[in-house]
Each structure stands twice: as structure tokens, then as C-alpha cells.
């Protein structure tokens, strides 16, 4: 089966411009994550969704980070305006429900580097 | 509220020899996953080994096994014979609860392999 799909893998922006960052997971996975990694840490999880439902956005910067996954299959991470701390690896992810041990498949990442 | 903690920032093995990566956690719910992943360069997560917190025996994958302590929450990688492939970072994830799909991850630990 194809594996959890990402784009784009780089990207470089200026302080205070928007990116985009979208995310198709594995078919039938109904939950997805977006996580953020900044160097040398582990991921911290900005949101997930259930289907195309939002089950925790708890850690999400709400003022400049937003996500949607309106038909319940891919997702769309926008960040606007950026900031130099925004620079990262954003990892989405996606779990089968009900799996026996329910291990988190990972995209490649979208490395956002703010200049 | 959950935490994971990994103590060690770096390790060094030497090459065919084992090695122990810490891990522990903290958590109030009785049913919950843990999880190794492993972290090379290039930045892809690879899933490594599960423990079920119901589980009665130690996981074991190939060279990789788990050192389950559930009462001193711990839940220790152990790699065999170590290559120097297996240089990377590794993570230890929890998720709690049976259909949470809530994951947290460690700071991880970076593992150094010398020939």
C-alpha cells in the first residue's frame, strides 16, 4: 500500500509570508496528524483529526497555524504569517483505527526553513 | 497528564556490540501503547517495536527488544549487535487509552555507532 504522501519536502520563506503544507494519508487511515519537529527535538503534535473532524488543536498557535481536512482524506497545514521559530520539520501522520498495536505511519516531512 | 522522558541526549555503542536507550513514562490510564521509532538523517520515522501495557511478555523484533518495567514505568530499547546503520535517533512514543490515537513522543535520544 502506498505510504502517507507530503508535499512540499522544502520549502524557504521570509518572516511574515504564508506557506502551505498538505498531507494525503494512508487509504482508510481515518485519523491524522500534524506534528511539528523543531531540530534536535521530538515531534509535538499541532493537531488531530478523526475523519474530518477535529479531535485535539489543544497545541495548535491558533493565531497563525490553521488545518482543515474537509473530505476526511488529505489535509492542508497553512502557517500565516511565519515566524523565525516556525522553522522546522512538519511530519503528518495517520493511524488504521481499531489496529492491533496501532503504530503512527510517517510521511517524509516538509522541511520549512523562515528566514 | 502523560510524559515521556528519555534522559540520554547521545550515546555512543561500538559496532556488534548491545545497547540500552532509557525511556520512561508517566500516566494515570491503565491501557496504553509504547512505541520505539527510529529517526535516521534523511528524516523519514520507522517504526520500530510495540508494548501493549496489558502485554505479559517483553516485545522482541529482530535485534530490538523491549525491557518492559511497568512498575517502575520504564519501557527501554535494547538493541543487538549493533550496525552502523542503526546510528540515528530514536524516540519513545505513548499513546494512552484504547481509542484515544493520542501519541506523544520523547526528546529523543541520537545513537552514534562507532566502527
Known amino acids: 500500500e502506498a505510504g502517507v504522501a507530503q508535499s512540499p519536502r522544502y520549502k524557504i520563506i521570509e518572516k511574515r509570508q504564508s506557506v502551505a503544507f498538505w498531507c494525503n494519508p494512508i487509504s482508510g487511515h481515518a485519523t491524522l496528524y500534524w506534528y511539528q519537529q523543531i531540530l534536535g527535538q521530538g515531534p509535538k503534535l499541532l493537531i488531530q483529526f478523526q475523519n474530518n473532524g477535529v479531535v485535539d488543536d489543544s497545541q495548535l498557535p491558533k493565531d497563525r497555524f490553521s488545518a482543515e481536512r474537509l473530505k476526511g482524506v488529505d489535509s492542508t497545514l497553512k502557517i500565516q504569517p511565519a515566524k523565525l521559530e516556525d522553522s522546522a520539520v512538519y511530519l503528518c501522520a495517520s493511524v488504521r483505527d481499531r489496529a492491533n498495536t496501532g503504530e503512527l505511519f510517517f510521511g517524509e516531512g516538509s522541511r520549512l526553513t523562515v528566514l | 497528564a502523560q510524559k515521556i522522558t528519555q534522559t540520554q541526549p547521545g550515546m555512543f555503542v561500538q559496532e556488534k556490540e548491545a545497547v540500552t536507550l532509557d525511556c520512561t513514562y508517566d500516566t494515570s490510564d491503565p491501557s496504553y501503547g509504547l512505541f520505539w521509532y527510529k529517526q535516521p538523517s534523511s528524516g523519514e520515522m520507522i517504526f520500530l517495536i510495540y508494548?501493549?501495557?496489558?502485554?505479559?511478555q517483553n516485545a522482541t523484533e529482530g535485534r530490538y527488544s523491549l525491557n518492559f518495567q511497568k512498575a517502575r514505568k520504564s519501557a527501554n530499547l535494547v538493541i543487538s549487535a549493533s550496525q552502523l546503520g542503526d546510528s540515528a535517533m530514536y524516540f519513545c512514543?505513548?499513546?494512552?487509552?484504547?481509542?484515544?490515537?493520542?501519541?506523544?513522543f520523547g526528546t529523543g535520544t541520537r545513537l552514534k555507532v562507532l566502527a
Open positions: 512514543a505513548m499513546r494512552e487509552g484504547p481509542g484515544t490515537y493520542k501519541y506523544i
Open positions: 508494548q501493549g501495557s496489558y502485554d505479559q
